[in-house]
């Protein structure tokens, strides 16, 4: 069978599809459909207004979507969110296994920084979360993971790399910063400003690798990196 056409939803929640919990009250829960069927191809046009993913919305979201057996492409894919723009590209393929293997890129512009981490749990981590952050944020990030039977990612096996600048930035209340207060004022260290910090990122093996950058900022100049 072959599927061409456009595809339109006023809301458009992708854990319905994927037997997640986002359901409405009384609707019973279970796996969802055969999303990876043997015997179709698909090429369609997919807006909506909005989509909904746990914290995370966006709105006016498009897509070209094809489908080859086992594998999806969502390619030009545009939607407002965060306070600012997205776009990118995702495969999403099924492994004999039954887990599945994505590899994405994003692009964002202007978006606000503390909302990002906010809508996405602080990226699974403590070290740094939103209420720490705030600023505008625009750049690219390319995601290479394996997920499981149930669309959760692998975060050992994740790869990832990310060029991102931060404009108009703060860093607030961040308590590793504190033990530099022998040297500054305390006070200066609770909001720290900058107008712009870029650099590249690279997570491998569950590791964070911050190359060597120089913060401007209004408590002082620093050099930062690390893993």
Do not use: C, W
């Not at 070290?127 to 993971?145: A, E, H």
């Amino acid at each position: 069978m072959e599927l061409k056409g456009n595809f339109y939803a006023d809301t458009f929640i992708p854990s319905r599809f994927t037997g997640g919990k986002e359901k409405d009250a009384g609707e019973d829960e279970g796996p969802g459909p055969g999303l990876f069927p043997n015997d179709i191809i698909m090429n369609i046009a997919f807006t909506a207004d909005s989509i909904i993913s746990k914290d995370f919305r966006a709105r006016n979201f498009s897509s070209a979507i094809a489908y080859r057996p086992h594998v999806f492409t969502f390619s030009n894919i545009r939607a407002e969110g965060l306070e600012g723009l997205l776009a990118g590209n995702l495969i999403l393929g099924r492994q004999n296994d039954g887990s599945y293997l994505t590899r994405a890129r994003l692009e964002v512009t202007d978006i606000e920084i503390s909302s990002a981490f906010s809508s996405f749990n602080n990226f699974g981590q403590k070290f740094i979360v939103s209420k720490n952050l705030q600023g505008r944020l625009t750049g690219n990030v390319t995601i290479l993971s394996p997920l499981d039977t149930n669309f959760r990612i692998s975060a050992r096996a994740l790869i990832a790399e990310a060029h991102l600048s931060v404009v108009n930035g703060h860093l607030k209340d961040f308590k590793p910063v504190e033990s530099l207060s022998s040297f500054i004022d305390l006070d200066e260290m609770k909001d720290i400003a900058f107008s712009k910090l870029e650099n590249d990122l690279y997570i491998r093996n569950s590791s964070l690798t911050i190359p060597k950058m120089l913060i401007n900022s209004s408590a002082g100049n620093f050099t930062m990196y690390g893993t």
